[in-house]
Antibody, heavy 117, light 113 residues
Framework: EVQLVESGGGLVQPGGSLRLSCAAS????????MHWVRQATGKGLEWVSA???????YYPGSVKGRFTISRENAKNSLYLQMNSLRAGDTAVYYC???????????WGQGTLVTVSS | QSALTQPASVSGSPGQSITISCTGT?????????VSWYQQHPGKAPKLMIY???KRPSGVSNRFSGSKSGNTASLTISGLQAEDEADYYC?????????????FGGGTKLTVL
């Protein structure tokens, strides 16, 4: 059974940093592109970052230069390093597996990040 | 403002059919047959319902179907059931030469009357 379990969320002050983790199991992690998607309370989904099987990374303009996605295939783990956090980054952060055609077939349960003083 | 435009809400009675539209541009929906749809119940993670415009993952009811014309994709749910009440999001791949490689719609709240 495919499972994605996020951790590392919490309360952080504006300008601070946080590192999210996503533990994957039930599939060959190294063979899949992986993503982070976030959702502010009561709002829609927003794509945050992606990493390919070769380690290539992609970001939207809203987080580029502040967030860094990485993966450790030996540990079946995905990470998101978030720096210079802003109030607008407050959201539930989901990790998601890309099925291979630009869509996300498995999602974690999400971890809440709150940026507030 | 979301990159893809969806109606904020739609409603229908049990047994009826509804369609949710998702309008993008020639740079995303219009350029790629990589539109997907997600169902999200309150407090839950999104669930993939449609991928590559019109394909259904294993286990998803055939009451859900997808299509695309030009820059607009659509999700149709036939034979509405109470458990279909949820938020629905479309998503499109937008290429690798842009900062916004994947774009979501703002979401549509489906109410089953």
């Amino acid at each position: 059974e495919v499972q994605l379990v996020e951790s590392g969320g919490g309360l952080v002050q504006p300008g601070g940093s946080l590192r999210l983790s996503c533990a994957a199991s039930g599939f060959t992690f190294s063979s899949y592109d992986m993503h982070w998607v976030r959702q502010a309370t009561g709002k829609g989904l927003e794509w945050v970052s992606a990493i390919g099987t070769a380690g290539d990374t992609y970001y939207p303009g809203s987080v580029k230069g502040r967030f860094t996605i990485s993966r450790e295939n030996a540990k079946n783990s995905l990470y998101l390093q978030m720096n210079s956090l802003r109030a607008g980054d407050t959201a539930v952060y989901y990790c998601a597996r890309e099925k291979g055609s630009g869509d996300f077939d498995y999602w974690g349960q999400g971890t809440l990040v709150t940026v507030s003083s | 403002q979301s990159a893809l435009t969806q109606p904020a809400s739609v409603s229908g009675s049990p047994g009826q059919s509804i369609t949710i539209s998702c309008t993008g541009t020639s740079s995303d929906v219009g350029s790629y047959n990589l539109v997907s749809w997600y169902q999200q119940h309150p407090g839950k993670a999104p669930k993939l319902m449609i991928y590559e415009v019109s394909k259904r993952p294993s286990g998803v009811s055939n009451r859900f179907s997808g299509s695309k014309s030009g820059n607009t994709a659509s999700l149709t749910i036939s034979g509405l059931q109470a458990e279909d009440e949820a938020d629905y999001y479309c998503c499109s791949y937008a290429g690798s030469s842009t900062f916004e490689n994947w774009v979501f719609g703002g979401g549509t709240k489906l109410t089953v009357l």
